[in-house]
């Protein structure tokens, strides 16, 4: 098993700057893949970024892309989210994903192990 836990979310103005963290522990060294999605009140889950854990490969969703930054430091065994110029639209409960795999797909079905989410709230 591989706990998550993220941190790093609250009230952030429009414009700020934020970074997230989420922190494995476990049986980290099953893991191939970490992510980032956020879901809003009554709407899917929405794939943000991922990162393999060994390699360092970054992919992104498109509605992020050039504001958003995953990361990870291996020793510290946490990924990071840098997020930059945000806006009220990105309010929602941002959520650490992992899995054993490298996904085909950004379906958040497709990961295993999940944080228990941290609100992100954009004032205008």
């Known amino acids: 098993q591989v706990q998550l836990v993220e941190y790093g979310g609250g009230l952030v103005q429009a414009g700020g700057s934020p970074r997230l963290s989420c922190v494995a522990s476990?049986?980290?060294?099953?893991?191939?893949?970490m992510a980032w999605f956020r879901q809003a009140s009554g709407k899917e889950r929405e794939f943000i970024a991922a990162i393999t854990w060994y390699g360092g490969r970054t992919w992104y969703a498109d509605s992020v892309k050039g504001r958003f930054t995953i990361s990870r430091d291996k020793a510290k065994k946490t990924v990071y989210l840098q997020m930059n110029n945000l806006k009220p639209e990105d309010t929602d409960v941002y959520y650490c994903?992992?899995?054993?795999?490298?996904?085909?797909?950004?379906?958040?079905?497709?990961?295993?192990?999940w944080g228990q989410g941290t609100q992100v709230t954009v004032s205008s």
């Open positions: 994903a992992a899995d054993r795999l490298i996904p085909t797909t950004n379906e958040a079905e497709k990961y295993e192990y």
């Open positions: 476990g049986r980290t060294y099953t893991v191939s893949t």
